[in-house]
């Protein structure tokens, strides 16, 4: 068995539950400690399910109820040494935590968790693809461009979850400040609905079921573009298809 839930995803708090047959992840903790209950609850889960979390890096929308929850569960806490040097001052060096090299992977029971490095204006940013015997989990959010290492990384999955944050018309056409939109279009910000839907037709094959769009802003997109788009990729296919919410989880979604 291998399901998830994308807890909600947003530049307001980011988290995502991972269940193996025998094992449940945590990917990120970008909520405070009783949304992070309130959210796990909703679908049936609690908190002390958790036996690792992983995080992608250190900006607050990630690892905003972190320090909490280090300091309240014996949980070991997988972050790159970059990423703990930039979370020092707010985490501390606890012993839970546990630093590793952008590109390993990391075997907690039953899951492979492969790192792979993406461009972000964070210190050491990463994300992953969880494997069991029973599925492949790909996930690829914060990432500035659809890098041929991402690509790679996620062929053959079963399950993905990839950022759609913004449509450049809007983006230009929006409020934000120009250094503001310089930053989210360049290769250190994050993915256009159109590198997106690169991404998607580089690594769509017969194998994939489930794909959640994330990070999507409130701002400079529209759910309803993002579906049209990716509805228009899938074309025939029989690929599920969520889009995530800033302030509410998607159901358990079931690969095996």
């Known amino acids: 068995m291998l399901s998830f839930s994308v807890l909600g995803s947003g530049s307001s708090g980011n988290a995502t539950f991972i269940k193996g047959t025998h094992t449940s992840i945590l990917l990120d903790c970008g909520f405070s400690l009783p949304q992070m209950k309130k959210r796990m609850e ?39 040494r970059g990423t703990h040097q930039a979370l020092r001052e707010i985490i501390g060096d606890s012993k839970k935590i546990q630093i ?16 792979f490095s993406v461009t972000h204006d964070a210190k050491d940013p990463v994300n992953y693809v969880i494997t069991n015997n029973k599925a492949k989990l790909g996930f690829a959010t914060d990432c500035g461009y659809p890098s041929k290492l991402i690509m790679n990384r996620l062929q053959g999955c079963q399950g993905l979850i990839i950022e759609s944050n913004y449509c450049p018309d809007m ?41 959640v769009l994330a990070h999507i802003s409130e701002n400079n997109n529209h759910h309803a573009l993002v579906e049209q788009l ?3 990729t899938l074309g025939e296919r029989d690929v599920q298809l969520w889009i995530s919410s800033q302030t509410h989880p998607t159901p358990l979604i079931h690969l095996s």
């Open 42 to 80: 909703s679908i049936g889960k609690d908190i002390e399910e958790i036996e690792a979390i992983f995080i992608t890096h250190e900006h607050v929308d990630h690892i905003c109820g972190l320090k909490r929850l280090l300091n309240m569960y014996d949980i070991p806490i997988f972050m790159t």
């Open 100 to 115: 590793f090299d952008a590109g390993d992977a990391i075997l907690i029971k039953e899951f492979h968790i492969q790192s």
């Open 171 to 211: 983006l230009m056409r929006g409020t934000y400040p120009p250094h503001i939109k310089q930053r989210i279009q360049s290769r250190f910000g994050h993915l256009s609905n159109q590198q997106m839907l690169q991404l998607l037709s580089g690594i769509i094959d017969e194998t994939l079921r489930a794909i």
């Open 230 to 232: 990716v509805r228009q």
